[in-house]
């Protein structure tokens, strides 16, 4: 038996335990108006018991911003303008209580970041080689989640290390990868019961039951790439859309930045922030041109990359169903509704 | 059904039959709880999806910026003072406008209502005679409807609209609710304690610029944020940076600001921008005895002047 | 800033001036060998009216103590009406900084004709001595990064 179990009042001491070693532990936490996942101090407690966190813990891999290179402008300098790696070492961490949808939104990252291409991205592999994941499975999914239509589910595995069930009095833990199991081993816990087990699987069924039917994103796949491209769908489906970014910026699997210099005295940084296709100017050339010129193109940039190119490219949609878009577009453009249309 | 939603309907379709306009531009209902969707209505058989309720907050005036085709707008109060900006600052003609004015009740604020539903998602609200209710699994709990209004329709002074072609329902009730509580509260702290009230209430900021995009009065061309050359805030996370972001976007908005809440609400992390907005407006009120939106002859404050305007702060 | 260092600190002011009254102020000032402190740095605007606020918060964030703008007297102006418009922008933006944390004494305005030398050098006086008072820039000042 390898599961192990920790006690809800024991949750703190658990914790305690993953810090050791100069750990970092990341949990969801309430800051100000929304939940995020914070590096947690000593006894502090994540907030658990709330639906996903306002923005994917995909900031604690891909910052918002982040500073790539420095150089210094001084001229009377050798090194003048000869850019320098800024270091990327960092303690090891481990995010607590990350979704299942949000887990394998890291795996997607992976494939962009680490596969894709002929270079990996130095300062997203330093942060994701020494980042261990502990998932909550979610037992009641709300009923903006679908991540049983991308080949998710509220209890899935992929990409956790250790996944965490969330039984009432007790948490269930179940390593999910070797990293996991070493690490649940080093912290000593209980071993579950065969019965907490059996509840765990349990809760995990009823979860999934809850959901209701999926529709198959897959079906996209196999759709003519031209015709979906020059489908006159878009031009009444991005209407209503404001452009604001919102869902890009939330999306756990979103990994557009853009790259900025910047300058301080004589010290310049280059950095990279978050950056999004909804905007004109991501895609602005210098010579004034825009190759995507309005919102429509925009706005079908972003559904095409996530349903069809991506699915080309990798074999799986972009879009690991955390509902995060649908929650919070102000003018309620649902990705579900794209997704069957364009299937159909 | 509600009347206001039968006479939004049949307008829409009239116009469309006739051929007044091309295009009427309302709400229809959301794919979840708690929000609609912005709908674009050509044809008359689409004029059957309009719709109306607590959660038509978006500005609909967003997409009115730099439209060519003659156009129906269904417009709360804010709307139409949005409109009457716009039509100042030439983004749209008044010619090629036709209000379809809906006197307002208010918005409901899903952020509230989430909350008094302590973690219980919400799948239904259900309004009804100044009361609203919300259930779930598990859940069904009712309050007064202007408990749950966002706050920014707390404090309107317009909820009737101040432009319109048709109005949809009889006018509601105006009242003259004091609108700065929280701007003098924060005006009567040193400027130690505001600096550090701003800094900490910016700093969960991600830089989305949803609060920009979303709002309808933010159409330049290029946006301050987006120069590089000079480039006049730095892009990154850094506070200072965020400050000075969040300092010339209401900057940007004296005497324009109509305090719809869009930005707020679009906000992901929750923070309450509107403050900066309202001080301004306190201040252009107070100054020039403007208030933004309300009257189509008087210029924006910015884009005029009188000769005796007040001038005590200058040596 | 350390104690010791805060005796002889000095402020770095940086003033905006148009072209047409307050940088020929200025300069009457000096042709008439009128004493004023010498914290100011000059930069010459064409017109109040093309102070951009940004130049403001651009100064302060690069670590100027304070900031005077200046400009011809109302009906004075140049291109007759630059400055009445710049007087309402200065109201709003002076506000809005300063309901953001930036101390008052921070940031002035001042209308000084070509004729004012005088005018001029007492304007320097007292925006040099609000700026001393308030000690130097720590709000709204970028912070650098020596790090290269
Ligand atoms: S959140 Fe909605 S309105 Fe905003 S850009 Fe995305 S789809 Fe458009
Ligand atoms: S596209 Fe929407 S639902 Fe899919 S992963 Fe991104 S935010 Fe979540
Ligand atoms: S989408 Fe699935 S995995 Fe993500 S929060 Fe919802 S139920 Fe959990
Ligand atoms: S600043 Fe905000 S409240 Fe004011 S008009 Fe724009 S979106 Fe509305
Ligand atoms: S919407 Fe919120 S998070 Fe986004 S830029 Fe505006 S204040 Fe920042």
């Given at each position: 038996?390898?599961?192990?179990r920790?006690?809800r009042?024991?949750?703190?001491?658990?914790?305690?335990?993953l810090?050791?070693?100069?750990?970092?532990?990341?949990?969801p936490?309430?800051?100000?108006?929304?939940?995020?996942?914070?590096?947690?101090?000593?006894n502090?407690?994540?907030?658990?018991d709330v639906?996903n966190?306002?923005?994917?813990?995909?900031?604690?891999?891909?910052?918002?911003?982040e500073?790539?290179?420095?150089?210094?402008?001084?001229?009377?300098?050798?090194?003048?303008?000869?850019?320098?790696?800024?270091?990327?070492?960092?303690?090891?961490q481990?995010?607590l209580?990350?979704?299942?949808?949000?887990?394998?939104?890291?795996?997607?990252?992976?494939?962009?970041?680490?596969?894709?291409?002929?270079?990996?991205?130095?300062?997203?592999?330093?942060?994701?080689?020494?980042t261990?994941?502990i998932?909550l499975?979610?037992?009641?999914?709300?009923?903006?989640?679908?991540?049983?239509w991308?080949g998710?589910?509220?209890?899935h595995?992929?990409?956790?290390?250790?996944?965490?069930?969330?039984?009432?009095d007790?948490?269930?833990?179940?390593?999910?990868?070797?990293?996991?199991?070493?690490?649940?081993?080093?912290?000593?816990?209980?071993e579950?019961?065969?019965?907490?087990?059996?509840?765990?699987?349990h809760?995990?069924?009823?979860?999934?039951?809850?959901?209701?039917?999926?529709?198959?994103?897959?079906r996209?796949?196999?759709?003519?790439?031209?015709?979906l491209?020059?489908?006159?769908?878009?031009?009444?489906a991005?209407?209503?859309?404001?452009k604001?970014?919102?869902?890009?910026y939330l999306?756990?699997?979103?990994?557009?930045?853009?790259?900025?210099?910047?300058v301080?005295?004589?010290?310049g940084?280059r950095?990279?922030n978050?950056?999004t296709c909804?905007?004109?100017?991501?895609?602005?050339?210098?010579?004034?041109?825009?190759?995507?010129?309005?919102g429509?193109?925009r706005?079908r940039?972003?559904?095409?990359?996530?349903?069809?190119?991506f699915?080309?490219?990798?074999g799986d949609v972009?879009?690991?169903g955390?509902?995060?878009?649908?929650?919070?577009?102000?003018?309620?453009?649902?990705i579900?509704e794209?997704i069957?249309?364009?299937?159909? | 059904?509600?009347?206001?939603?039968?006479?939004?309907r049949?307008?829409?379709?009239?116009?469309?039959e006739?051929?007044e306009?091309?295009l009427?531009?309302?709400?229809?209902?959301?794919?979840?709880?708690?929000?609609?969707?912005?709908?674009?209505?050509?044809?008359v058989?689409?004029?059957?999806?309009?719709?109306?309720d607590?959660?038509?907050?978006?500005?609909?005036?967003?997409?009115?910026?730099?439209r060519?085709e003659?156009?129906?707008?269904?417009a709360?109060?804010?709307?139409?003072r949005?409109?009457v900006?716009?039509?100042?600052?030439?983004?749209?003609?008044?010619?090629?406008?036709?209000?379809?004015?809906?006197?307002?009740?208010?918005?409901?604020?899903?952020?509230?209502?989430q909350?008094?539903?302590?973690?219980?998602?919400?799948l239904?609200?259900?309004?009804?005679?100044g009361?609203?209710?919300?259930?779930g699994?598990?859940?069904?709990?009712?309050?007064?409807r202007q408990?749950?209004?966002?706050?920014c329709?707390?404090?309107?002074?317009?909820?009737?609209?101040?432009?319109?072609?048709?109005l949809?329902?009889?006018?509601?009730e105006?009242?003259?609710?004091?609108?700065?509580?929280?701007?003098?509260?924060?005006?009567?702290q040193?400027p130690?304690?505001?600096w550090?009230?701003f800094?900490?209430?910016?700093?969960?900021?991600?830089?989305?610029?949803?609060?920009?995009?979303?709002?309808?009065?933010?159409?330049?061309?290029?946006?301050?944020?987006?120069?590089?050359?000079?480039?006049?805030?730095?892009?990154?996370l850094?506070?200072?940076d965020?400050f000075t972001?969040h300092?010339?976007?209401a900057?940007?908005m004296?005497?324009?600001?109509?305090?719809?809440?869009?930005?707020?609400?679009a906000?992901?992390?929750?923070i309450?921008l509107r403050?900066l907005?309202?001080?301004?407006?306190k201040?252009?009120?107070?100054?020039?005895g403007?208030e933004?939106?309300?009257?189509?002859?008087?210029?924006?404050?910015?884009a005029?002047?009188?000769?005796d305007?007040?001038?005590?702060?200058i040596? | 800033?350390?104690?010791?260092?805060?005796?002889?600190?000095?402020?770095?002011?940086?003033?905006?001036?148009?072209?047409?009254c307050?940088?020929?102020?200025?300069?009457?000032?000096?042709v008439s060998?009128?004493?004023?402190?010498?914290?100011?740095?000059?930069?010459?605007i064409?017109?109040s009216g093309?102070?951009?606020p940004?130049?403001?918060a651009?100064?302060?964030r690069n670590?100027?103590d304070?900031v005077?703008?200046?400009?011809?007297?109302?009906?004075?102006?140049?291109?007759?009406?630059?400055?009445?418009?710049?007087?309402?922008k200065?109201?709003?933006?002076?506000?809005?900084?300063?309901?953001?944390?930036?101390?008052?004494?921070?940031?002035?305005?001042?209308w000084v004709?070509a004729?004012?030398?005088?005018?001029f050098a007492?304007?320097?006086q007292?925006?040099?001595?609000a700026?001393?008072?308030?000690g130097p820039?720590?709000?709204?000042?970028?912070?650098?990064?020596?790090?290269?």
């Open positions: 038996m390898s599961a192990r920790v006690g009042e024991a949750l703190k001491g658990f914790i305690t335990g810090m050791e070693d100069g750990r970092t532990v990341w949990g936490q309430e800051f100000q108006g929304s939940v995020r996942f914070r590096p947690l101090k000593k502090g407690t994540p907030v658990l639906p966190a306002t923005l994917s813990p995909k900031e604690v891999v891909f910052p918002p911003s500073w790539m290179f420095l150089f210094s402008t001084d001229p009377g300098r050798e090194d003048a303008f000869v850019l320098k790696e800024v270091p990327q070492e960092g303690p090891e481990v995010i209580g990350i979704r299942p949808c949000d887990a394998r939104a890291f795996q997607i990252l992976d494939r962009v970041f680490l596969e894709q291409g002929a270079h990996e991205d130095p300062y997203y592999r330093s942060k994701r080689d020494r261990l994941l998932g499975g979610c037992n009641t999914p709300c009923s903006t989640c679908f991540c049983h991308t998710g589910g509220p209890f595995t992929e990409g956790l290390d250790v996944l965490m069930t969330d039984l009432g007790v948490y269930l833990l179940e390593p999910v990868t070797e990293r996991g199991r070493a690490l649940l081993d080093a912290l000593q816990l209980d579950a019961g065969a019965d907490e087990v059996e509840r765990g699987k809760i995990a069924e009823e979860a999934r039951a809850s959901m209701g039917e999926a529709k198959d994103p897959r996209i796949k196999e759709k003519d790439l031209m015709a491209f020059g489908s006159p769908f878009w031009e009444r991005h209407e209503a859309c404001v604001c970014g919102v869902c890009t999306c756990p699997t979103c990994s557009c930045f853009d790259i900025q210099d910047e301080r005295g004589a010290c940084f950095g990279r978050w950056d909804m905007f004109a100017l991501t895609t602005l050339h210098a010579s004034g041109h825009n190759p995507r010129p309005t429509k193109e706005f940039q972003r559904f095409m990359h996530k349903l069809k190119y699915q080309d490219d990798f972009m879009c690991v955390c509902g995060r878009c649908v929650q919070y577009c102000p003018a309620n453009i649902d579900r794209i069957e249309a364009l299937s159909a | 059904m509600d009347t206001r939603v039968e006479r939004i049949s307008e829409a379709k009239r116009l469309l006739s051929g306009v091309d009427v531009i309302g709400f229809r209902k959301g794919s979840i709880p708690m929000v609609s969707r912005p709908w674009f209505v050509r044809t058989e689409d004029t059957e999806l309009l719709h109306w607590g959660f038509c907050s978006l500005n609909l005036c967003n997409y009115l910026t730099k060519k003659k156009v129906a707008v269904v709360k109060g804010c709307d139409t949005s409109l900006g716009h039509i100042q600052e030439n983004q749209i003609q008044r010619e090629q406008v036709l209000v379809l004015g809906v006197p307002c009740e208010g918005m409901l604020d899903r952020r509230a209502l909350e008094r539903a302590e973690g219980t998602e919400i239904e609200v259900v309004e009804s005679d009361r609203v209710e919300i259930r699994r598990g859940l069904e709990r009712s309050f007064p408990e749950v209004l966002q706050h329709c707390r404090i309107c002074r317009h909820r009737n609209p101040v432009l319109h072609d048709r949809l329902s009889a006018e509601v105006e009242h003259q609710v004091e609108r700065y509580e929280d701007v003098e509260e924060i005006d009567s040193s130690e304690e505001r550090a009230y800094q900490n209430m910016l700093s969960p900021c991600i830089r989305c610029y949803a609060c920009r995009n979303v709002c309808p009065h933010c159409y330049c061309t290029e946006c301050f944020v987006d120069c590089s050359r000079p480039q006049w805030v730095g892009k990154s850094d506070l200072n965020v972001f300092l010339f976007r900057f940007h004296a005497g324009r600001c109509t305090d719809c809440g869009s930005c707020e609400r906000c992901p992390v929750g309450p403050v907005t309202r001080k301004l407006e201040v252009v009120s107070e100054r020039w403007f933004a939106g309300t009257d189509l002859e008087q210029l924006p404050p910015l005029t002047y009188r000769p305007d007040p001038q005590d702060f040596k | 800033m350390e104690q010791q260092n805060a005796q002889d600190w000095e402020p770095k002011i940086l003033a905006f001036l148009c072209n047409w307050s940088y020929a102020g200025a300069d009457l000032a000096g060998r009128l004493q004023y402190p010498p914290n100011i740095r000059i930069i010459r064409p017109c093309r102070m951009n940004a130049f403001i651009a100064a302060l670590g100027v304070g005077l703008v200046s400009g011809c007297h109302p009906g004075d102006c140049h291109y007759l009406s630059g400055n009445y418009f710049a007087r309402r200065f109201t709003v933006f002076k506000e809005l900084l300063e309901f953001m944390g930036v101390e008052e004494g921070r940031v002035h305005f001042s004709s004729a004012e030398g005088e005018k007492q304007v320097v007292e925006v040099t001595e700026v001393k008072a308030l820039a720590r709000h709204y000042v970028k912070e650098k990064i020596e790090v290269c």
